[in-house]
C-alpha cells in the first residue's frame, strides 16, 4: 500500500467557481489522506482554444474566443478569498503568453499540429494554477504540477503516445520530492523527451489520472465526472440507462475502446497490470458509491452489462482470389497499414479466406487505403484483388461483458435485436476473449441501434 489516492476531475467538474470550490471541499476531506490532484481544463475551454487556433491560422479574428477563455479563468480568480492579486498575476502571465502564440500563428496563417497542442495546453495550465489557491485556503499545502515535466510521449502531436519507462522513471523522482505537499497536476498534456508540448487525444485527463496511478502503485485512481458511475450506455441516448456497480479491468478497458466517453480509450492502460482498482465518482452526488473497477472477474448473472458506440469510422473491404490461401497475405496487409502508421480498429475475416475487411477512422481511410493499394499492387493489376472504400460514415456497436463468456446465443440474440430494429449489419467482430461482440453499423443507425441491444439485453 502506497497510501496514495490519484483524483482526476474532468472539465464538467470544475466548470465555474461553485463547481471548483466543490472539488475543493472533496479534496480536502480526509487531510490525512495522501492525493494527486489532476485536472482538466474548465468545461469547453479546449473547443475554444481549437476555435481560436483555427480563427488565427484563417488570418480570422481570434481575440474574441482567447477572451473567452480567459474570461472563465478570471470569474474563478474573483471567487478567491486571499492571494487573489498573486492568482491574477499568474494568471496574466498564462494569457499573455498564450496571445503571444496565437499572434505567431495569425501572422504565419498556419497552425501545426504541434503548435495546436501548446495552445492547447493553456486550457490544463490556467485551471491548474488557479487550483492551488482555492486548496491553500482550506489550509492545503498545493502547488501547481505541469505534466509536460512528467510525462513523456512520442512525437505525434494530437494524439501522442506515452513512453513508459521514461515517464516511470520521472514521475517516481518526482513523487519522492513532494513531501508534504498536495500537487495539482496538468491532465492532458505531456512532452517529448525534449521538451515540446504534446496532448494525449481529447479526454485524454483520465489517462494522465492512470499513467500517474500505476507508475506510482497508487491505492486507487478515482475519475470524478458529472454522472453516477459507468452506466449500461450512453445516459444521452438511453435514459433508461443504468449505473454498473463492478466492472473487470477488461470490461472497463472494452468499453473505453469502444467510445464509452466516461473513461478515455486507453484509460485501463496503465493501471490493470498493476491491480490499482478505479474508481468512477460523480463529483454533484459524491455519498453515491460509483463504479468500481478491478480485477474481479466473474459476477452472477447478466450477460451483457453494456452498450457502447464508436463513432467516425471507414470500412475497407479487401478481396479476391491473392488472398486465398495464401499465408502472409494478412500479415502483408497489416504490416502495410502499420508503416502507414494507421490504426486498425477491428478487423473481420470471410471463413472462405477470399476476404478481409477492416475499421479505421475516417480521417485515415484515404491513407489505408493507398498503403494497400500500394503494397498489393501487381495483384490489382492482375485483377485477382480489389480494394474497396466503403463510402457511408459507420459506427461500431460493442456489447460487453464477462457474462457472455460461454454463454450460448448472445450474439444470436444480439443480431436479432438489430435486425428487428432494422439495422443493417456491415461486418462483425468477436474477440476470442468473448467479452465483447463488435457489429459495423451505419452511423445513422447508431442511437436505433443502442435502444434496441440495450432493450434486448438490459432493460
Ligand atoms: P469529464 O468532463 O468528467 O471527463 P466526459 O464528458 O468526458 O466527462 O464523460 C462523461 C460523460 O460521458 C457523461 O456525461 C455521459 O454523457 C457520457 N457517457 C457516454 N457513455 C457513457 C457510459 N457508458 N457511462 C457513463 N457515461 C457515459
Ligand atoms: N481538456 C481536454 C479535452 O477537452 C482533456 C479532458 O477533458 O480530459 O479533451
Ligand atoms: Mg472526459
Not at 483555427?54 to 474563478?76: D, P, Q, W
Not at 441516448?237 to 479491468?249: G, N
Not at 470490461?251 to 475502446?257: L, N, R
Not at 497475405?329 to 508503416?339: I, S
Amino acid at each position: 500500500m502506497s497510501n496514495l489516492i490519484v483524483q482526476k476531475f474532468g472539465g464538467s467538474s470544475v466548470a465555474n467557481l461553485e463547481r471548483v470550490h466543490n472539488v475543493a471541499k472533496i479534496v480536502t476531506s480526509e487531510p490525512s489522506v495522501r492525493r494527486i490532484l489532476v485536472l482538466s481544463a474548465m468545461s469547453g475551454v479546449t473547443d475554444l482554444l481549437i476555435k481560436a487556433s483555427t480563427e488565427a491560422a484563417i488570418g480570422g479574428n481570434y481575440i474574441a474566443t482567447f477572451r473567452a477563455v480567459v474570461a472563465k479563468y478570471e470569474s474563478l480568480v474573483e471567487g478567491l478569498h486571499q492571494d487573489r492579486e498573486h492568482a491574477r498575476a499568474a494568471l496574466i502571465l498564462l494569457s499573455n503568453e498564450l496571445k503571444k502564440i496565437l499572434e505567431a500563428v495569425a501572422a504565419l496563417r498556419f497552425c501545426e499540429t504541434r503548435t495546436r497542442d501548446l495552445i492547447l495546453s493553456f486550457g490544463e495550465r490556467m485551471m491548474c494554477t488557479l487550483m492551488p489557491f482555492f486548496l491553500r485556503e482550506l489550509g492545503s499545502t498545493s502547488v501547481y504540477a505541469d505534466a509536460r515535466q512528467l510525462i513523456v510521449t512520442d512525437n505525434r502531436f494530437g494524439n501522442a503516445r506515452v513512453l513508459f519507462d521514461t515517464t516511470g522513471e520521472k514521475l517516481t523522482a518526482w513523487w519522492a520530492l513532494q513531501q508534504n505537499v498536495f500537487p495539482v497536476v496538468t491532465g492532458y498534456i505531456a512532452a517529448t523527451d525534449d521538451g515540446i508540448s504534446t496532448t494525449l487525444d481529447r479526454g485524454g485527463s483520465d489517462y494522465t489520472a492512470t499513467i500517474i496511478g500505476g507508475a506510482l502503485n497508487a491505492d486507487r485512481v478515482e475519475i470524478w465526472t458529472d454522472v453516477d458511475g459507468a452506466m449500461s450506455a450512453d445516459p444521452r441516448v438511453v435514459p433508461e440507462a443504468r449505473v454498473i456497480a463492478t466492472l473487470s479491468f477488461a470490461e472497463a478497458a472494452e468499453m473505453a475502446y469502444f467510445g464509452a466517453k466516461v473513461l478515455h480509450p486507453l484509460t485501463l492502460l496503465p493501471v490493470a497490470q498493476k491491480h490499482v482498482p478505479v474508481v468512477i465518482k460523480n463529483t454533484f452526488r459524491p455519498e453515491v458509491p460509483g463504479t468500481m473497477i478491478t480485477d474481479a472477474k466473474k459476477e452472477n448473472g447478466g450477460t451483457v452489462k453494456s452498450v457502447a458506440t464508436r463513432s467516425g469510422l471507414a470500412l475497407l473491404n479487401v478481396e479476391g482470389a491473392a488472398l486465398r490461401g495464401q499465408i502472409g497475405a494478412a500479415g502483408r496487409l497489416f504490416t502495410a497499414l502499420a508503416r502507414a502508421d494507421v490504426n486498425v480498429v477491428m478487423i473481420s475475416q470471410a471463413s472462405s479466406e477470399e476476404s478481409i475487411c477492416f475499421i479505421v477512422s475516417r480521417e485515415q481511410r484515404e491513407t489505408a487505403r493507398q498503403a494497400v493499394e500500394q503494397e498489393f499492387v501487381h495483384q490489382i493489376e492482375s485483377k485477382i484483388l480489389s480494394v474497396t472504400l466503403d463510402p457511408e460514415e459507420l459506427c461500431i456497436i460493442a456489447a460487453v461483458g464477462d457474462g457472455m463468456i460461454g454463454q450460448p446465443g448472445v450474439s444470436g440474440r444480439l443480431f436479432q435485436a438489430l435486425g428487428n430494429a432494422h439495422v443493417n449489419v456491415r461486418a462483425i467482430a468477436q474477440g476470442s476473449s468473448e467479452r465483447n461482440i463488435s457489429a459495423v453499423i451505419r452511423e445513422a443507425d447508431r442511437e436505433n441501434a443502442v435502444r434496441a441491444v440495450h432493450k434486448e439485453f438490459i432493460q
